[in-house]
């Protein structure tokens, strides 16, 4: 049995899916043999209840496991492939990097998917570890997604015995990778224009951290959006380490109060519509607010979030096809970079200077 990696951001019951898998290939499992009972499974491997329902219910869904009432759990089939060693496998490789952006790659992942289950793929998660790496060291996987961090050693030599790797988001360039990003850059015009149209001159931009490279085109686009109007007064606000909450609180008891804000994630705008709807600050009557990324909570905040939509079925079919439609890239090719559209999706929380939505 496998050691799982409780601080990996890959969930427990992803990392238990392809344990149980492990052991139906490896023979402890044969098929038309019932399995362990739910709560022996939460004991052997220490884990929850629900992170092990959600293991078998991922191995239900393929037909791998049947579960009976009253009677328990049967292995019904062999998994079609043994992960990480065929060559019909993409490989989706997290790394403790990713932490910070895990709901944007966990929202990626089923797109990554169910593009590669069209072309005849399977898809492994998996966090970038020694474990790891000496397994895929043996293999010849598809193709690799990585997302950004961890050994640049191990990638450098995936790329020399011409497995294909595809790296989402910012991180280090690795010569013979393609880099995955969305239009960052045309994401901060679209803003831009959205709240110029709307006839906003009072404009600040709530950032997480300043150094961060998405936060500086996102930036870079929206500045560039109101160069022609010699009537803005644009203004930055970064966390920089403090809590966006304090900093948050800090812009809306300004002397001053902007009349919109653009924050570059959507997790950053909740945090500040929180911190006005404390303060007695009515969004958008007094203040328009918009966010990036369309998380899913977004449309359900109240009032809806405005934002920037990245498209993460975009993101995941790009992926694929790289990987399996591409040809390898040579080690010594210059990284290849792909930029996504973006849109703007327009809900309550921004509001014309006239009044009028």
């Known amino acids: 049995m496998s050691k799982l990696h409780r601080q990996s951001p890959i969930p427990l019951n992803y990392q238990l899916t392809q344990q149980f898998e492990a052991e139906i290939i490896e023979g402890r499992w044969k098929v038309g043999q019932k399995i362990p009972s739910v709560r022996q499974l939460t004991e052997l491997y220490g884990v929850s209840v629900p992170s092990v329902r959600k293991a078998l219910g991922h191995l239900v ?83 690799v997604i990585w997302c950004g961090g961890g050994e640049l050693d191990y990638i450098r030599e995936l790329v020399e015995r011409q497995v294909p790797v595809v790296a989402i988001g910012d991180g280090p360039d690795v010569a013979g990778v393609t880099r995955i990003v969305n239009d960052d850059f045309d994401g901060g015009c679209i803003a831009g224009r959205h709240l110029l149209g709307l006839g906003h001159r009072e404009v600040l931009v709530f950032q997480r951290d300043a150094s961060l490279p998405y936060a500086r085109r996102r930036l870079a686009g929206l500045r560039y959006a109101t160069e022609d109007y010699r009537d803005v ?20 008891e300004a002397d001053q109060l902007p009349s919109a804000v653009f924050a570059t994630s959507d997790r950053l705008a ?46 995941g079919k790009a992926c694929v096809d790289v990987l399996w439609n591409g040809q390898p890239q040579s080690k010594g090719d210059w990284v290849r970079e792909i930029k996504l559209n973006v849109q703007l999706v327009e809900r309550s929380t921004t509001k014309s200077r006239n009044g009028s939505v």
Do not use: W
């Not at 007064?233 to 809306?252: F, K, T």
């Open 233 to 252: 007064n644009l203004q930055v606000q970064a966390c920089n380490g403090e809590e966006a909450d304090v900093v948050a609180r800090r812009i809306l």
């Open 61 to 143: 869904a393929e037909g791998i496991i049947e579960t009976i009432p009253a009677s328990g759990s049967y292995v019904r089939k062999r998994p079609a492939y043994r992960k990480s060693q065929s060559s019909h496998t993409l490989v989706f490789m997290l790394t403790n990097a990713a932490q910070l952006k895990m709901s944007y790659y966990m929202r990626t992942l089923p797109e990554v998917a169910k593009e590669a289950s069209a072309v005849g793929l399977g898809v492994e998660f998996n966090h970038l570890n020694s474990d790891i790496t000496n397994a895929l060291r043996s293999a010849q996987p598809s193709g």
């Open 270 to 315: 909740h945090t500040l519509m929180k911190q006005a709807t404390q303060m007695g600050i009515n969004v958008p009557e007094q203040l328009s607010v918009m966010g990036f990324g369309d998380e899913p909570f977004a449309e359900f905040m109240t009032p809806a979030l405005t934002s920037i939509r990245i498209n993460h079925q975009q993101l």
